[in-house]
């Protein structure tokens, strides 16, 4: 398999740490002495030709910023075969053979149908949602996490002043990583996730009462946006004690800012492997984390993988919370 010309892409929600995740990739590249084009607008830039030459200046002073320079978008026409075939004419036409796409599950997805087309391609997981199966950390959750709890520690001092209840909305899609990593950093009176079934008198009244008896005036309820909305959760709350909760919804807030530390290495050293394993000769593969290190799964077989919030973090909230 040569490896001459790479395009590499962010698809889906953006998330903190593809800049520097897109460096990497144009730096290993180059390292390499392959070339390296930036595909704008995720898929579409592949469907329109929306391309730009990337080198070594190009992603400088990008490690440091949220967003993506590449821009993204989540392209209706990419999944159509029609959207395929004109995006497979701009690869022969650029002389693209191998394209790194970072993004989430249906980015991989676009992989997927692009290398039924003789397109290498190698996928790298990037979401704040952290909901790709066939790894623990996906590029942009560990930043998004402390940007929650940065906010969160903050409500919690006007919590404690008002001795409030806060109903605090976190992101994730149809996922509860977030919200059950953030609830626990803040020490949450209750999380509800998406994952777990919800019996409100229990999961949220019980544990405040509980809470209150303990001596404490304030209380923190974490929901993911898959498990309710805020409102609602802070609405039934009014209903069933004598509480008037406040409702934040941190939004997309959470998407932006500059990459934490461990955001950008991880970035790195996955932009760098993706280059490395279409070298070796491989495709059709997803980066990710495996055992503390790194390693890399077939995409269909990783797109049909299933996860779940881990028993550990639901037993850890329950000893924290119910006392
Ligand atoms: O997938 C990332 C994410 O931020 C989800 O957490 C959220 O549900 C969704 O994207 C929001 O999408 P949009 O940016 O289109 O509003």
């Known amino acids: 398999m040569s490896v001459k010309r790479i395009g ?28 390296c084009f930036g595909i704008r ?28 320079i590449l821009y993204t978008a989540r392209s209706k026409e990419f999944m159509t075969e029609e959207g395929q075939r004109k995006a497979v004419s701009t690869c022969k036409f650029l002389g693209l053979d191998s ?6 599950d249906g980015t991989f997805r676009g992989a997927l149908a692009l290398s039924k087309y003789g397109i290498n391609v190698i996928g790298i997981p990037g979401t704040i949602d952290n ?3 066939c790894t623990n950390y996906c590029i942009g959750f560990d930043t998004a996490a402390n940007t929650a709890i940065e906010c969160i520690d903050k ?27 953030v609830g626990l950093a803040c020490g ?11 019996d409100f008198e229990q999961d949220v009244i019980e544990k405040i009462r509980q809470a209150r008896f303990n001596g ?28 008037d909760p406040r409702v934040t919804v941190l939004g997309h807030i959470q998407r932006g800012g500059s990459p934490t530390g461990r955001d950008r290495v991880n970035a790195t050293k996955m932009g760098y492997l993706a280059v490395e394993l279409l070298l070796a000769g491989k495709t ?19 797109l049909s993988m299933t996860k779940n919030i881990q028993q550990m973090e639901v037993d850890v909230l329950a000893a924290m919370t119910g006392i």
Request: glycine share 12%; hydrophobic share 40%.
């Open 8 to 35: 590499v892409l962010t698809s889906g929600g953006d998330a903190p740490g593809m800049n520097p995740c897109v460096r990497a990739v144009v730096r290993t590249a180059i390292y390499h002495g392959v070339e």
């Open 41 to 68: 607008r995720g898929w579409n830039g592949l469907i329109t030709g929306d391309v730009v030459r990337l080198d070594e200046k190009s992603v400088a002073h990008t490690i440091n910023r949220g967003g993506t």
């Open 99 to 104: 394209i790194i796409a970072i993004g989430g």
């Open 131 to 133: 909901d790709i199966s």
């Open 155 to 181: 409500l919690r001092d006007t919590m404690q002043s008002h001795e409030r209840c806060s109903v605090v909305e976190v992101m994730g899609r149809n996922a509860g990583y977030l919200a059950m990593y």
């Open 188 to 198: 949450a009176t209750a999380v509800l996730v998406p994952e777990k079934p919800i």
């Open 216 to 243: 404490f005036t304030h209380y923190m309820i974490v929901v993911a946006e898959g498990a309710g909305s805020a409102a609602d959760i802070a609405k039934q709350i009014k209903e069933a004690i004598d509480l």
């Open 284 to 302: 059709n593969r997803i980066v990710c984390t495996h055992e503390g290190g790194f390693t890399d799964v077939d995409i269909a077989e990783a």
